[in-house]
């Protein structure tokens, strides 16, 4: 497709090519994104979850942000090292399976701010439900995601 070939061409395709440094410092900046994200919503839906208790997890509110922020620094450090390989990781059936995983844990993400809006500790088996689905789909962003270096 011609987009993505004019993505692997681009000046942030170039420049991350162009430098020793710049790719792995992007990589780095992902791992780390993708530690605070997988870490908040944990945190996030263990709370909801009952298996910790609220004296032990910070303000959902605090860590609604957190990953929210992370969510931002993944994507965009995801984006820039597709940019190098685009048509490559377009093909790739984990790295689709990655981004729908990703849009449905969104999603869910959403939906459960949005129907538990203004309850500051919300339980129930709707909202164990939707928590315990947090759960499994991000960890299976994160498997995808390592699994696409060994495609
Ligand atoms: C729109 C968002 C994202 C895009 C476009 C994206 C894209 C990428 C790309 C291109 C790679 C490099 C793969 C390789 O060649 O080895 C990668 C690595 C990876 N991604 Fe993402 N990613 C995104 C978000 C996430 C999120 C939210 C997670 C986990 C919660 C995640 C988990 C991983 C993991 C574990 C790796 C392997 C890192 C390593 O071991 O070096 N990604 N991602």
Redesign the pocket.
Known sequence: MEWLAALEQSRLAGALKASFYVYPLI?AG??LA?GF??TTVTLIDLRVLAILPARAVPSATLLRRLAIGA?LV??AT??S??AIRASD?AAMGVFRL??VL?ALAAFNFVLFAVLFRGRSDPSGPLAAGLAATSLAL?LG??LA??F??FV
Do not use: D, E, Q
Request: no cysteine; charged share 10%; aromatic share 12%.
């Open positions: 990589n992902h791992v993708i994200l997988v969510l993944a994507a995801g984006l090292m597709f990781y990655k981004l990703i991000w962003v994160l995601g390592r696409i270096a």
